[in-house]
């Protein structure tokens, strides 16, 4: 294929209806967004679209290795006996719930903090054919690691090809 080089024209030579284009995308963009941050028109309804609730969704990376399925979950500001790990029908379920409150009294002065976090997170395993009972999991320093063992029938091999 050869190489074409494309050259740009004026707005003014294509009788003005670039910029017609143009001021149509920013208004369909605008119109997009504004549906997303207020799809109701009801500023109750805002928080439920708002970008800023999908920073409780914990990162996750999934590895799908020879002879296991190795899982890896940030979870900042969560102890280990808050956390709740399943597994059913290909499904990782990672939930962990905290709550802190903190007070402080000082004669007519009260001040009392509550702090609540929740992170729910699922996702689909490579395979069904997985050892629950032989998952490995460690949770240090706010990341949470799994190992879930395949069982033997479903560990990857090798085909050389002839």
């Given at each position: 294929?050869?190489?074409t080089e494309?050259?740009?024209t004026?707005d ?6 670039m910029v017609a284009?143009?001021?149509l ?14 799809p109701?028109?009801?500023s ?5 679209f708002n970008?800023?609730t ?12 020879d002879k ?5 979950a940030e ?6 006996k808050?956390?709740?790990?399943s597994?059913?029908n ?9 709550c ?15 702090s ?12 069904a054919?997985?050892d629950?009972s032989k ?5 240090k ?5 799994l190992t879930?063992?395949?069982?033997a ?6 085909i050389?090809?002839?």
């Open positions: 294929m050869k190489n494309i050259s740009k004026p003014t030579e294509h009788g003005g209806y284009l143009r001021d995308e920013k208004k369909m963009e605008d119109m997009f967004h504004q549906l997303w941050r207020n109701f028109g009801n109750e309804t805002t928080e439920l970008f800023s999908l920073n409780n969704i914990p990162k996750i990376d999934v590895v799908d290795r296991d399925i190795y899982v890896e979870l900042p500001g969560i102890e280990k808050d956390i709740d790990v597994v059913a290909r499904q990782l379920v990672i939930r962990a719930k905290t802190h409150e903190e007070k402080e009294e000082k004669g007519n002065y009260l001040r009392r903090e509550i609540k976090k929740e992170f729910y997170r699922s996702v689909v395993l490579p395979t054919d997985i629950e998952t490995k999991s460690s949770f320093n706010g990341v949470l690691r879930i063992p395949k069982k029938s479903s560990h990857r091999k090798r050389e090809v002839q």
